[in-house]
């Protein structure tokens, strides 16, 4: 199995920035498609981001996109997500997860989950 631990929330103004991080524990996350996903109070979740193993494929839900860039170091065993622009709307839970290419189209489901973490945008 895999662990996956995600950190780096917290409450910023609108226009500021977070960094997300993600990070493996026991297992590495070698070959598994990496995406963060949101979830705001009374909202459906929402895949922002995926990025591929190799890194060499991303997607951006059309929300964040050009805002946020998702990254990963995988000799760290570290995905990213860097979060820049930040908007009220932007206020969720964030929880990295671990799947299959299918992140890649915007679709699709994690297999393994981290705990989350708050975002919180004030304006």
């Known amino acids: 199995q895999v662990q996956l631990v995600a950190s780096g929330g917290g409450l910023v103004q609108a226009g500021g920035s977070l960094r997300l991080s993600c990070s493996a524990s026991?297992?590495?996350?070698?070959?598994?498609?990496m995406g963060w996903f949101r979830q705001a109070p009374g909202k459906e979740r929402e895949l922002a981001a995926a990025i591929s193993w190799s890194a060499s494929s991303t997607y951006y839900a059309d929300s964040v996109k050009g805002r946020f860039t998702i990254s990963r170091d995988n000799t760290k065993n570290t995905v990213l997500l860097q979060m820049n622009s930040l908007k009220p709307e932007d206020t969720a839970v964030y929880y990295c997860g671990a799947g299959d290419g299918t992140l890649l189209l915007g679709q699709g489901a994690a297999r393994y989950w981290g705990q989350g973490t708050q975002v919180t945008v004030s304006s």
């Open positions: 026991g297992r590495t996350f070698s070959g598994y498609t």
